[in-house]
């Protein structure tokens, strides 16, 4: 099993402010995703990069997948409220199928 | 608009009762999948099918059963519930397209184990 860490688990900022969340493996991915997650809800995905190096923007969103393809990263540029959520990243192990192997999520804050 | 559905948002059950977790998609995927999520652990997949009647054993499937006999609907079986098996249960599915799918998910049924 190909495992990914992410850190910080838990993290709180004022709206605003900016962010960064990393996710780390020894293991080397086809691809990774990452997705957020809403209380009650299940995850959405917000984004796959697929080439190391490959930075993609999604309005104040940037992912960055690291050139060996074993770590990412996700910065937000002045987080607001509506940032808060569980961000899981989620590299494709098994191209044959689909499977998906989870870091176990970064819990982010904005408050007002 | 994709849509995957889940029986029950909230269960609680005895230990020892045989519990059925239902998941349905509309959007014709050959994949479905079922995680448990428990917090600090992240999601681990339980199993997954790739097709109707076929089915894969995931990271954690003791103590689970799974079915599909069709294409759209995708069952989680916990035999005898234990209470190591409290958890958030979420179900995905995903097309087929050779690695880089999303993967849709319901919104997850609470399990509580007494």
């Known amino acids: 099993t190909q495992l990914l860490e992410q850190s910080p688990q838990f993290l709180s900022i004022q709206e605003g402010e900016n962010l960064t969340v990393y996710c780390n493996s020894s293991s080397v991915f086809s691809s990774l995703q990452w997705y957020r997650q809403e209380p009650g809800e299940g995850p959405v995905l917000l984004v796959t990069?697929?080439?190391?190096?490959e930075v993609k923007k999604l309005k104040r969103l940037t992912f960055q997948f690291g050139d060996a393809r074993k770590d990412s990263s996700l910065h937000i540029t002045a987080a607001q409220p509506g940032d808060t959520g569980l961000y899981l990243c989620a590299g494709v192990g098994s191209v044959r199928w689909g499977k998906l192997q989870f870091g176990a999520g970064t819990q982010v804050v904005v408050t007002p | 608009d994709v849509k995957v559905t889940q029986s029950s948002r909230y269960l609680v059950k005895r230990t020892g009762e045989k519990v059925f977790l239902e998941c349905v998609q509309d959007m014709d995927h050959e994949n479905m999948f079922w995680y448990r999520q428990d917090p600090g652990l992240g999601l681990r997949l339980i199993y997954f099918?790739?097709?109707?009647?076929?089915?894969e054993k995931g990271d954690i499937p003791e103590g689970y059963s799974v079915s599909r006999e069709k294409k759209e609907r995708f069952s989680l079986i916990l035999e005898s519930a234990s209470t190591n098996q409290t958890s958030m249960y979420l179900c995905a599915s995903s097309k087929q397209t050779g690695g880089r799918e999303t993967q849709y998910f319901g919104p997850g049924t609470r399990l509580l184990v007494l």
């Open positions: 990069v697929v080439t190391g190096g």
């Open positions: 099918s790739y097709d109707v009647k076929m089915k």
